[in-house]
Structure formats: structure tokens, C-alpha cells
């Protein structure tokens, strides 16, 4: 996958910059065939019915902050679920790895969208079944806009979390299964704000990694890139088996741990 | 009559200067708010090619001694054309330039007074948040007026910082400048003129046109709150008419903000996520221009202030 990822931001640093503004169907065919070679290339990637939906704003009120929900067949054994925006400079979101803990029925996150795009979901069973689903987003410059609304405090509260229970949570979990929304406190400077005094960007400090346990359980882990939003947002559904423990490691390699107890706090 | 002789001021001016421009952008050029007080009220648009950015209340303070910009306009021609306003008017140094806030419709105009050397007043998160924000801005506007970059104007570097108040002093005449934490952005200063008791409130005030929220909905319900207190008898908002009676010109926008603020708190209350954020405030429809284009991303701002508070 690392590979595979290494390849894409190659094949991603030799095409045109995608025009922010411009529907061209047949430039955007081309670029899903690229990323779909680049990213997955051995695999057949079955057009859903069902296994996997992604919704999203048809046109987002902030491109910095455009919310997506995946909903997945929740019979289906789901491993993995890789979220792609084509024409983002960074293309693939996030891989997000299911555990044990985890009932994957609903996801629910914030990201960032650079440019009008496509949008692909890929989901992974464990028996090696894939299935992928898009839809086009009309949103630009959630990459290079600024977002930090509030910078002192964006570093005051670097790294805390909040965890929230979903009382509306997606239908037909199993019991004892809970739904609930991890929020983690993080500037995500996805370095692409070019200081113009300087000529130096800001520098990139974003997310990387958030592991979720509950108890010694794996509930997800998910590998990230620069689109996530600032402050970051996750909505999951997990069978409770302990205290449920965050770690986040951002591009500085940082840390920050968070364990909530059973009552959510 | 005054009225019409000042409109063909203007398109005196506009013609002397010879800058090409929109007329609609001048038409009814400066109005002096008090003595000595100037204001070019904006369009109450987005930026166009039509308006060349010209839409956000800028103006200027004479002194005895100087003048002082307070935020010289949303592109190289808005700042040239207020530059020849001001030439009109006295031939007095500009010896100051204020930014009220990072924004662009506010502050690109700056290059046209790069010939006066001017001091430049900005808050003291400007330089760190113009670096971010800046080049963004020029490209976006660049693109919108036809593609040219000079056209699209630069700031000029701040060379005073102000972190909470400053005194700028005119010659007989002295501006308060103060300096705010994040409210409508985590950049954001007022000017108060003594003399005529004038707050130039930037966009810490909007009237007509929808606020528009980049910075924290509680701190610039907090600010407001601060302006109220001052002694002014009148306002000159970022963007509305070129003045309004102080204190009760805060209402409109006191209502809207609060009730962007009870709506989020409430959605988040229920459980609402922040995908549904952008049905709050509807009672607020109809009363501003532009609020479709703005209200749901307010209301998406507020969500993510709002969702870390500590539910009451």
C-alpha cells in the first residue's frame, strides 16, 4: 500500500494541475483510471450495489470542511475502506482498517477539497471482495484556503479530544453496539498556504495516524493525509469492550493520547 | 445638491487619474461622516469585474498635521482611485495606513500609497495571518478581474504591530487603535476618533450585508459587546452604509450573531451534526443581502467553535 501510495503522488506530480473550476468528464475518467491503477492496480474494483454509498454535499458551503458520510452493508465483512478525492494535490484521504471492536456500518468524517472532483469510496472485505462507489463534489480551495479561524487558539488546544455519544446513529446495529463521535483538537496544516513575505509555506503539520482500541481491542485504525479538515471529526460505530483509548501521531511525529472511559468522558 | 456635486467630483476625479473603472464603484464617492472623517461606502456585492473589489467601507481621518487610511480598498484601483479621493481633498502627507483585518477587500488596495512611505498600523496576528492568507487572496482576486495580478493590488508589510491599543497622533488629533482577540478574525482592530467621538469599527460591524464569521462567534459577541461601551455617538461599519448612530447600529448584528449562536447551540444539543448546520438562523432570512452565500458557512464556523464547548 505504501508503495502503491508512492507511486500515485508521482504519477500525480507529473499531470496538469487540475483546473478548479472545469467539469471535463473525459480529464476526470482519465485521472480515476490513473489513481485507480496507481493506488489499487491489481484489483477489480466491483461497482457497488449497496456494499458501499458516500454522501456528500453536492456543493460544499466550505471546501475546507466538507463533511462525508460512508455507509456500508453492515452483513458485509468490510476490512477497509479507502476514501479518495480525485483531484485533491493528495488524492487518497484516508485508509481507514477496521478491527475487531468495530461494527462498520457508518463513517462519518470532515475533509478537505481542493478542486470540483470526484469522489471514490473503495471498500475491502476480508475475503478479498472489492467495491467502490463516487460521486462529483463542486467545492474549490479547501487545500489552499486558509482555514484556521483562530490561530492562538488552534495551538492552545493542540491534541485534546472530545468524545460524544450518538444517540441517531445509523439503524440495525447489532446490540450493545454504540455510535459515537471522536473529535480531535488539530490544525492539520496540510503546507500549502505559501507565506508570501517569506516565500516559505507554512509548514505541514497533520495528521497521520489515529488508532482507536476499545479495551485491548482494535475498533480502527486509519492512516491519513493532508485532506482531513482542521479538527478533525469521526463518527464510528463499536461494541464496547473497555475504556476506549485514542492515539493520534501527527506528520512530527507527536503524539497525543486520549483514553474515555465506559460514560464517555 | 451637495450630493451631486460630490458625484461629479468623482468622476472628475475618476477621469484626472485616469484609471479605467466601473463608474457604478464611485458613484456617490466619499461622504464626510464628521469633520475630517471620509468614508467610501462599498457595494453591497462579492467581488466582480464590475466592482473591482471595491465593496468593503474604506476611508480616511485628516489631522492637522496628516492623514490616516483607515483600510485603503480591495484592489490596486480601489486604493488608486481613494488615493486621488484624498489628494482631492487635502494635500496633506498620508503618513498612516490601518488595516481593520486580513481581509482582502479591505486591505489589497494598500500598494496604490506605496509612494507615501506610510507608516502601516495592522494587529499583530496581520503579518502572521496575511502570510498564510495573502497569495490566496491575489490569486482569487486575480482571477476574478481578468487574470492580471497587479490589478489585483498587494498589502503593504505592517511596520507597527498593535497587540492591544495604540495612539496615532495627527497633529491635534489623536486615533485610538485597538486591538481585539479572534472575534469577526483573530486579526481584527478598531480606530476611535476622540475629536468627533467616530468608532471606525471595520468589519466588526456589518449592516445590510450578512456578517460573515472567520474567526470566533463568542469573542466577536464579546467584542461587541466592548464597542458598546465606548463613548461614540457614531459607526462606521466594514460594510453597509458609510455611517450609523452608536450604539443602537450594533442591533441588527448583535440579533444575528446571537441567533446564529442559540440556533448551533441548540442543534448541538439535540445531536445535531454539523452536516444540518447550515439550517440554523433561517429566522434571519430576508433581512440581509447575500445570506445564502454566507449564512451556511457561518453556521458550519459557529458548529466547529461550538461543538468544543462544554455542554450546559
Given at each position: ?6 507511486y ?11 483546473v478548479?473550476?472545469?467539469?471535463d ?8 483510471n490513473?489513481?485507480?491503477?496507481a ?22 458551503m ?13 452483513t ?8 479518495v ?9 484516508g ?7 468495530a ?17 471514490h ?12 462507489t ?26 485534546q479530544m472530545r ?22 483538537s ?11 513575505v ?6 505541514a503539520?497533520y ?6 482500541k ?12 493532508i485532506?482531513?479538515?482542521e ?21 512530527t ?9 465506559e460514560g464517555?468522558? | ?13 475618476i477621469?484626472?487619474a ?6 457604478s ?6 461622504v ?5 472623517v ?7 456585492q ?6 473591482d473589489?471595491?465593496i ?12 490616516a487610511?483607515i483600510?485603503?480598498?480591495g ?12 489628494r482631492?481633498?487635502?494635500?496633506l502627507p ?14 489589497l488596495?494598500a ?11 495592522a494587529?499583530?496576528r ?8 495573502g497569495?490566496?487572496?491575489r490569486q482569487?482576486?486575480a ?21 492591544t ?7 491635534g ?13 483573530d ?14 469599527a ?24 466592548q ?7 457614531r459607526?462606521?461599519?466594514g ?12 442591533a441588527d ?14 442543534l ?6 454539523i ?5 440554523v438562523?433561517q ?26 464547548e462544554?455542554?450546559?
Amino acid at each position: 500500500m505504501m508503495k502503491s501510495r508512492l507511486y500515485a503522488l508521482a504519477l500525480l506530480a507529473t499531470l496538469a494541475a487540475p483546473v478548479a473550476w472545469a467539469e471535463d468528464p473525459a480529464a476526470d475518467a482519465a485521472r480515476w483510471n490513473d489513481l485507480r491503477q496507481a493506488l489499487f492496480a491489481n484489483q477489480a474494483l466491483t461497482p457497488a450495489k449497496g456494499q458501499i454509498a458516500l454522501d456528500a454535499p453536492d456543493r460544499a458551503m466550505d471546501a475546507a470542511l466538507v463533511p462525508v458520510t460512508l455507509t456500508l452493508d453492515a452483513t458485509l465483512p468490510v476490512k477497509t475502506v479507502y476514501l479518495v478525492v480525485d483531484n485533491n494535490p493528495s488524492p487518497l484521504v484516508g485508509t481507514f482498517r477496521f478491527g475487531p471492536a468495530a461494527v462498520p456500518s457508518q463513517l462519518k468524517t470532515r475533509i478537505r477539497v481542493d478542486a470540483y472532483t470526484h469522489m471514490h469510496a473503495i471498500a475491502e472485505t476480508t475475503d478479498g471482495r472489492w467495491f467502490v462507489t463516487e460521486r462529483y463534489i463542486k467545492a474549490a480551495g479547501g487545500c489552499s484556503a486558509p482555514a484556521t479561524k483562530d490561530a492562538q487558539l488552534a495551538m492552545e488546544r493542540l491534541g485534546q479530544m472530545r468524545l460524544k455519544t450518538v444517540s441517531d446513529g445509523p439503524a440495525g446495529l447489532p446490540q450493545g453496539a454504540v455510535t459515537v463521535q471522536l473529535l480531535v483538537s488539530h490544525p492539520n496544516y496540510n503546507g500549502m498556504q505559501m507565506n508570501q513575505v517569506t516565500r516559505h509555506y507554512t509548514p505541514a503539520r497533520y495528521i497521520r495516524d489515529v488508532t482507536v482500541k476499545s479495551g485491548e481491542a482494535l475498533v480502527f485504525q486509519l492512516e491519513a493525509d493532508i485532506s482531513l479538515s482542521e479538527d478533525p471529526a469521526f463518527t464510528f460505530s463499536y461494541r464496547p469492550q473497555g475504556p476506549l483509548a485514542v492515539t493520534v501521531r501527527d506528520s512530527t511525529d507527536a503524539t497525543f493520547s486520549h483514553t474515555f472511559g465506559e460514560g464517555g468522558s | 445638491m451637495v450630493r451631486r456635486t460630490l458625484i461629479r467630483a468623482g468622476l472628475f476625479l475618476i477621469a484626472a487619474a485616469g484609471v479605467a473603472l466601473p463608474l457604478s464603484a464611485w458613484a456617490g464617492a466619499l461622504v464626510q461622516v464628521a469633520a475630517g472623517v471620509y468614508v467610501r461606502p462599498g457595494a453591497l456585492q462579492d467581488a466582480s469585474a464590475a466592482n473591482d473589489d471595491a465593496i468593503a467601507n474604506i476611508g480616511f481621518i485628516v489631522g492637522r498635521d496628516a492623514v490616516a487610511v483607515i483600510d485603503p480598498g480591495g484592489s490596486a484601483g480601489d486604493g488608486g482611485r481613494l488615493r486621488v479621493a484624498i489628494r482631492a481633498v487635502t494635500p496633506l502627507p498620508i503618513r498612516y495606513l490601518i488595516y481593520t483585518h486580513v481581509h482582502p477587500d479591505h486591505v489589497l488596495g494598500a500598494v496604490a500609497f506605496m509612494q507615501d512611505h506610510p507608516e502601516v498600523v495592522a494587529h499583530a496576528r496581520f503579518a502572521a495571518a496575511w502570510g498564510e492568507r495573502g497569495a490566496y487572496y491575489r490569486q482569487g482576486l486575480a482571477r476574478v478581474l481578468g487574470g492580471d495580478p497587479a490589478q489585483a493590488g498587494d498589502a503593504l508589510p505592517p511596520t507597527q504591530a498593535v497587540d492591544t491599543t495604540a495612539d496615532i497622533d495627527l497633529g491635534g488629533r489623536v486615533l485610538h487603535v485597538l486591538a481585539y482577540g479572534a472575534a469577526h478574525t483573530d486579526s481584527d482592530l478598531t480606530v476611535y476618533d476622540d475629536q468627533t467621538r467616530t468608532l471606525w469599527a471595520g468589519d466588526l460591524l456589518f449592516e445590510d450585508r450578512v456578517p460573515a464569521l472567520d474567526g470566533s462567534l463568542t469573542g466577536w459577541l464579546k467584542v461587541l459587546g466592548q464597542l458598546k461601551a465606548l463613548p461614540a455617538v457614531r459607526v462606521v461599519p466594514g460594510h453597509g452604509p458609510a455611517q450609523l448612530p452608536w450604539p443602537v447600529g450594533a442591533a441588527d448584528e448583535e440579533r444575528y450573531l446571537a441567533t446564529l449562536c442559540r440556533d448551533v447551540r441548540a442543534l448541538l444539543k439535540k445531536g445535531g451534526d454539523i452536516d444540518s448546520a447550515a439550517t440554523v438562523a433561517q429566522s434571519e432570512k430576508g433581512r440581509w443581502k447575500l445570506f445564502d452565500a454566507y449564512n451556511g458557512r457561518n453556521a458550519i464556523t459557529a458548529f466547529k467553535q461550538l461543538e468544543w464547548e462544554d455542554p450546559s
